[in-house]
């Protein structure tokens, strides 16, 4: 078996990068949560720079879109669900 | 309007009216059903008492106005149709109050009425795109399923984004992220906006959309690839991109 010594340092199974991105999002969602299949893709991700490159580039975007894409409720629809719940 | 109490324990994603309205077939009610019965082990919290009920919803949707407006804005693509949208989901949640049985579940519970509101009333008007030649796979071969999302990308945008350059990633506006998920199909727009804005588990996506959690996870991989791929594009377009990431697989 050509990967034969990574079973030496450690017994985490190697994946591969296909399997690596079918996880990546559930991942970064935090909903890897199985401890084997997060054991092997953060093994993945240290030795694999693809994967590492765009696992940080998707972890990026997640920040900014909960950075950015919140919206304040515009004054108008506050007043008109205020007089709505007001009336009940 | 005077709420019945409720005896049951678990959580109706909606009332039967909100199924109709959404044009949910029975198969879809027959997922929720099986999946409400996976929610049973979850430590539920009963509903306020009556004389309380409407302080409660009023504290609660105050509370989480700003998040229901943020997904019908970017439902919608429009700021009054998202306005109405909101109110009209709130005067809804209100009159099916007595479909929620437990108080933490309302913001899935909302963002269900709020995203049925939308595809009866409100996504013939938008001009984001809402059809796409896709089917939910579930049951299938995961591994597989992503095999056949990346094979249909362009191989430079393959390569690319498994080594995109740190001045792009820098560069990157939220806003153009924003618009990107604006323009992905309907069915990935909803999931990443409950997801990634919102913060919801699948399992919440899941009851949100009345789809198993399977399909989220679906969703997810095939929106975000998608989204990833409108960013390469856009950055392609407008010459954002230096092209030196190519150089380490051509040489």
Known sequence: MSNDHHHQHDDVEEIDCLEAIDNLYAYLDGELIDEGELAKFRKHLEHCNSCYSRSELEGVINERIKKTGKSKTPDALVDRITGFLDDL | ?251
Request: hydrophobic share 35%.
């Open chain 2, 1 to 251: 309007m005077a709420p019945a109490e409720t005896t049951e324990t678990t959580f109706h994603a909606c009332s039967p009216d909100f199924f109709t309205a959404a044009g949910t077939s029975s198969l879809e009610l027959g997922t929720i059903r099986t999946f409400k019965l996976s929610l049973e082990h979850n430590k539920t919290s009963p509903m306020p008492e009556h004389s309380d009920l409407k302080t409660w919803f009023a504290t609660s949707v105050k509370e989480n106005m700003d998040s229901f407006y943020s997904v019908a804005r970017r439902l919608t693509g429009h700021n009054h149709d998202a306005e109405d949208l909101v109110a009209e989901a709130v005067a809804k949640g209100w009159q099916a109050i007595d479909s929620l049985d437990d108080h933490n579940r309302f913001r899935p519970w909302m963002f269900r009425i709020i995203n049925n509101c939308y595809i009866s009333n409100y996504r013939k008007k938008s001009v984001r795109p809402v059809e796409t030649a896709y089917e939910d796979i579930t049951d299938g071969n995961s591994i597989e399923e992503v095999s056949n999302i990346l094979i249909k990308q362009p191989n430079e945008f393959l390569e690319w984004w498994g080594n995109p350059e740190k001045e792009f990633i820098n560069n990157l506006l939220g806003e153009d992220i924003m618009n990107a998920i604006e323009c992905l199909p309907e069915v990935f727009r909803v999931t990443v906006l409950l997801i990634n804005l919102e913060g919801l588990s699948y399992d919440d996506a899941a009851e949100v959309l009345g789809v198993p959690p399977g399909t989220i996870r679906s969703r997810m991989k095939r929106g975000r690839t998608l989204l990833q791929k409108q960013l390469w594009e856009h950055a392609k377009d407008a010459g954002l991109l230096s092209g030196n990431q190519f150089e380490e697989y051509t040489t």
